[in-house]
């Protein structure tokens, strides 16, 4: 399947890795409907007018809102073909460090928006019996870093959903794909989209030290968002795209090295994890 005038939902496209694919679509004659929570500010910040680009203002934590929205998109253009889950934020702290609030508001955004948009996109992908679901996670859903407990958590979140929804849907004609990037020069790191606890504790300060180390790599991170936003649209052209798609050396290289603690860490407690089966032969470790 090539990316010949294909439907595209994509959710949070003000900025960031939304912004360059919505920009990059509607350049290559594709059909785009696109989410904000501020619709003005999408239509400013994409800033091309043209009847393939419907832009709607939504509430993706809000059932209701994400409905209409896809309806709208199936209304305005007749089909749905590939949805990218993209909206999300940073959230820093350690677990005592964030209240029960900040905690779930980072799930709603990061994981119950995602499953909003795929329980409400479903039908019209089972219906056509053809679709892809992107799901944009983070290299923090294999790899996490120390004081990104709950980013973490919600990415890990949306690589397990991803997983099992690839293989639910895979009779009907669906695709699925979740993607893991790692650090890309959008908006992820400053004030406006990150979110870093209020309520600091003194005792924790290899948090601290790595919360100043990704703030420092605000503007100089090594990934490029027209590069990440190109390969995602790659992967939607292809008739096998993969299931998990990494994105950048600095992802590259952290899932290797997880995939490599894991697996080490796996064999060096063998006997002791089999044991607990009703009969193990040890011998045979
Ligand atoms: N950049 C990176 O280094 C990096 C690395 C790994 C994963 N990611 C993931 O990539 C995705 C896009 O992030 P980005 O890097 O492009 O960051 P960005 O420039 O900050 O853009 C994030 C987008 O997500 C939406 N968003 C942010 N907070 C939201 C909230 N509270 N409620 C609803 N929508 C919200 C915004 O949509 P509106 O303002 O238009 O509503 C915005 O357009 C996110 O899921 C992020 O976790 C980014």
């Keep these: 399947m090539d990316n010949n005038k294909k439907v595209w939902f994509i959710t949070g496209a003000s900025k960031g890795f939304g912004l360059s694919l919505v920009k990059q679509l509607l350049d290559a004659g594709q059909l785009v409907a696109a989410t904000s929570r501020n619709q003005q500010e999408l239509i400013d910040a994409?800033?091309?007018?043209?009847?393939?680009?419907?832009?709607?203002?939504?509430?993706?934590?809000?059932?209701?809102?994400?409905?209409?929205?896809?309806?709208?998109?199936?209304?305005?253009?007749?089909?749905?073909?590939?949805?990218?889950?993209?909206?999300?934020?940073?959230?820093?702290?350690?677990?005592?460090?964030?209240?029960?609030?900040?905690?779930?508001?980072?799930?709603?955004?990061?994981?119950?928006?995602?499953?909003?948009?795929?329980?409400?996109?479903?039908?019209?992908?089972?219906?056509?019996?053809?679709?892809?679901?992107?799901?944009?996670?983070?290299?923090?859903?294999?790899?996490?870093?120390?004081?990104?407990?709950?980013?973490?958590?919600?990415?890990?979140?949306?690589?397990?959903?991803?997983?099992?929804?690839?293989?639910?849907?895979?009779?009907l004609g669906v695709k699925v794909t979740v993607v893991a990037p790692g650090a890309f020069r959008t908006n992820f790191l400053t004030p406006d989209s990150l979110t870093l606890t209020s309520t600091p504790i003194e005792d924790y300060e290899d948090v601290r030290a790595s919360h100043a180390k990704y703030l420092k790599m605000d503007g100089e991170q090594a990934g490029d968002p027209e590069k990440a936003a190109a390969s995602i649209i790659k992967i939607a052209g292809e008739d096998n795209p993969p299931l998990y798609l990494l994105l950048g050396g600095d992802a590259y290289n952290r899932a290797l090295n997880k995939l490599d603690t894991l697996h080490n860490e796996i064999r060096e407690w063998q006997d002791l994890t089999c044991s607990t089966d009703f009969e193990y032969d040890l011998s045979n470790s």
């Design 46 to 171: 994409v800033n091309i007018q043209s009847n393939n680009f419907l832009p709607l203002q939504v509430d993706l934590v809000n059932e209701s809102s994400v409905s209409l929205a896809l309806q709208h998109t199936h209304e305005a253009f007749g089909r749905i073909d590939v949805v990218i889950n993209n909206a999300g934020y940073g959230i820093g702290g350690a677990i005592e460090e964030l209240t029960d609030k900040e905690t779930r508001l980072a799930f709603d955004v990061n994981v119950f928006a995602t499953l909003n948009v795929i329980r409400f996109v479903m039908p019209y992908l089972r219906k056509q019996r053809s679709g892809h679901i992107i799901n944009i996670s983070s290299i923090a859903g294999i790899a996490p870093g120390t004081g990104w407990a709950i980013y973490g958590a919600a990415k890990y979140a949306v690589i397990g959903l991803s997983e099992v929804l690839a293989a639910d849907v895979k009779s």
